[in-house]
């Protein structure tokens, strides 16, 4: 399994980005993608996640009302449009596979993880 995460850069405060994860290599029609980022000095969070099948979505609270994400299924592609940033949300963006696991579960670390991508940079200052 493959993932590739892009769209990160730096924004100001208040403003808007959005990262895409392309994953290839499997031939399964259901799975969970999930976004997680990491800041200096804390742990790996997981943020929002969403399932290819049924489209349902979870979000931490820290990004609920701020972040949406969504899914190509003919592109093979999530993304996650995110708005109202702030310094807090530094970090860096990444997204993983799952494939027998819920949202929830992908998003708060108890589902089967099968790939990671490679990371992208956030960068929320003024």
């Known amino acids: 399994v493959q993932l590739q995460a892009s769209g990160g850069g730096l924004v100001q405060p208040g403003g808007s980005l959005r990262l895409s994860c392309s994953v290839s290599?499997?031939?399964?029609?259901?799975?969970?993608i999930g976004w997680y980022r990491q800041a200096p000095g804390k742990e790996r969070e997981g943020i929002s996640c969403?399932?290819?099948?049924?489209?349902?979505?979870h979000y931490a609270d820290s990004v609920r009302g701020r972040f949406t994400i969504s899914n190509d299924n003919a592109k093979k592609s999530v993304y996650l449009q995110m708005s109202s940033l702030k310094p807090e949300d530094t970090a860096v963006y990444y997204c993983t596979i799952a494939f027998v696991s819920t949202p929830r579960d992908v998003c708060t670390g108890t589902g089967s993880f099968s790939g990671w991508g490679q990371g992208t940079q956030v960068t929320v200052s003024s």
């Open positions: 290599g499997f031939t399964l029609d259901y799975y969970t």
């Open positions: 969403i399932n290819n099948y049924d489209g349902a979505t």
